[in-house]
């Protein structure tokens, strides 16, 4: 190990509890620890790009900024994906309880789910009667959560306004 290398590990050494503290005071909700470590392993392998005379603690700071904010983009991409997910359950269980609800909902919910392309009726029974995650669906369809995510709440906008529009229709009848 060459002295500049050296000395360079010293820098980074020296100054992990200032990164510490400098991730844990713009990002407090995070894994410290673990951005911490994927900042020292950006320094090192950066270290041939350090300039000895320049300001260290300025180099690693702006380093630890950008991983804590890939962080933090990469949380808030899995709290939403999680939050559509539980929407998604909470959804399929209102549409149960509306099952229960009478042979008008019933009616409105078949023939809407016939006007759907065989790929959309699919996706649908895959998700809400096999149980599937989007996780799952994602991957054994080579797309991504989010696009699927996007696909299924344009499914459920669909079938919700063509059940209202059956409903409506039903009710129309009936008076």
């Known amino acids: 190990m060459s002295d500049l290398n050296i000395e360079y590990l010293q820098l980074v050494t020296r100054h992990q ?3 510490y503290g400098y991730i844990r005071s713009i990002a407090p909700g995070i894994d410290t620890e673990d ?11 950066k270290a041939d790009q350090f300039e000895p005379s320049t ?3 300025a180099f ?3 380093i630890a900024h950008l991983k804590t904010l890939e962080c933090l983009r990469q949380k808030k991409r899995e709290h939403w994906l999680q939050f559509d997910t539980d929407l998604l359950e909470a959804v399929a269980r209102f549409q149960t309880n509306d099952l229960d609800q009478g042979p008008g909902r019933q009616h409105a919910l078949r023939h809407c789910l016939a006007q759907l392309p065989d790929d959309d009726r699919e996706l649908i029974h895959a998700r809400y009667t096999k149980q599937q995650t989007v996780r799952s669906m994602a991957k054994n369809m080579n797309r991504t959560e989010g696009s699927l995510q996007q696909l299924f709440f344009r499914l459920r906008n669909s079938l919700k306004t063509c059940i209202e529009r059956e409903l409506l229709k039903e009710g129309e009848a009936t008076t």
């Open 60 to 62: 690693a700071f702006r």
């Open 17 to 19: 509890a200032a990164i």
């Open 35 to 45: 951005v911490l470590q994927e900042t020292n392993i950006i320094l090192w392998d």
């Open 55 to 57: 300001n260290f603690k």
